[in-house]
């Protein structure tokens, strides 16, 4: 089979050829039919000081299913969180990592919407917005962030505003609900907002804190990193929770089951569209890991081996 790799940080990543690997206790083996690209798996290979493997959310068929495994057979369709070489032709998925995709959706709208629609739907709850409260979600135009933005209104907030990098990624932004787009550069992020979704960190948390209004909450689920002055905190009542999807995942599998379900069903419904920004060939991992470094996309980057 081909997968992707690198050997020095910075890559350049390469397609080699491999054996198929063979599921292990409680694992599954996917023929992968789509593949999410995020930010967290291109810093990776950007930042780490030694080469690791390309993981992440893949969407596929089941063709072997290893020892103890019980929930999942030959021949059902899954999506799940895959920690070693996930950029294949097949992965291993560890069955508590994995859910079934439901009939009328495909590969790519498992990986458009699973697991960055847990993100944004945990930090969305993080965050304990009240109805008619208004909502700030930065990196708006991102995978996770297009579906903060729609799960946002769909939980009745009053109003919603999407942050971006890019003026060009405007209409995109307001075209999933939002009612202001504005930029990171921009001199004032308009009205303070109850609650801030923040994708990005670094030194744009002192901003997206002054965008709050007094007694708001902003959620962290950045890979960024940054610092918060505490007086600024303080000044106003603000609150600054750290959201991670991993906790949940491993510490609340009932609440995980819970979210998916959610997100199904608002799929299913219409009330949630993930937008895909581009497919792309598995020996163009590449270019869509530009895509995500340029902050070009427009929604989720998807490799279809």
Not at 109 to 137: C, K, T
Request: contains cysteine; negative net charge.
């Amino acid at each position: 089979m081909r997968r992707v790799r690198y050997e020095s940080a910075g890559g350049p990543l390469f397609l080699e050829e491999t054996p198929v690997p063979q599921p292990g206790a409680g694992e599954l083996l996917v023929r992968c039919e789509a593949v999410g690209v995020t930010l967290p798996v291109v810093r990776k290979v950007t930042e780490a000081a030694e080469p690791v493997p390309l993981g992440g959310e893949i969407a596929g068929e089941v063709v072997a299913v290893g020892a103890g495994a019980t929930r999942f057979r030959t021949g059902d369709r899954v999506t799940g969180l895959c920690f070693g070489h996930g950029y294949a032709d097949f992965a291993l998925l560890h069955e508590t990592m994995t859910s079934p995709v439901p009939d009328g959706a495909t590969s790519v709208d498992a990986v458009a919407l699973v697991r960055s629609g847990l993100v944004a739907l945990g930090a969305l709850e993080a965050a304990r917005p009240v109805h008619g409260e208004a909502v700030l979600v930065t990196a708006a135009a991102s995978g996770v962030g297009q579906l903060a933005v729609q799960l946002a209104r769909a939980r009745g907030a009053g109003r919603v505003v999407g942050a971006v990098s890019d003026p060009a990624k405007a209409d995109f932004v307001r075209s999933l609900g939002a009612d202001d787009c504005i930029q990171y550069g921009d001199d004032s992020w308009g009205e303070p907002v109850d609650c801030v979704l923040d994708a990005v960190g670094g030194d744009l948390l002192t901003p997206a804190l002054a965008a709050l209004a007094p007694h708001g909450r902003l959620v962290s689920y950045s890979s960024g990193g940054g610092t918060i002055q505490a007086y600024d905190l303080l000044v106003g009542a603000k609150s600054v929770i750290g959201f991670q999807m991993a906790l949940i995942a491993r510490g609340r599998p009932e609440l995980y089951e819970q979210w998916r379900q959610e997100l199904w069903r608002l799929f299913a419904e219409g009330t949630l569209k993930p937008a895909v920004h581009g497919e792309f060939a598995l020996e163009d991992a590449a270019k869509a890991h530009e895509a995500i470094e340029r902050r070009a996309n427009r929604g989720k980057v998807v490799l279809r081996p």
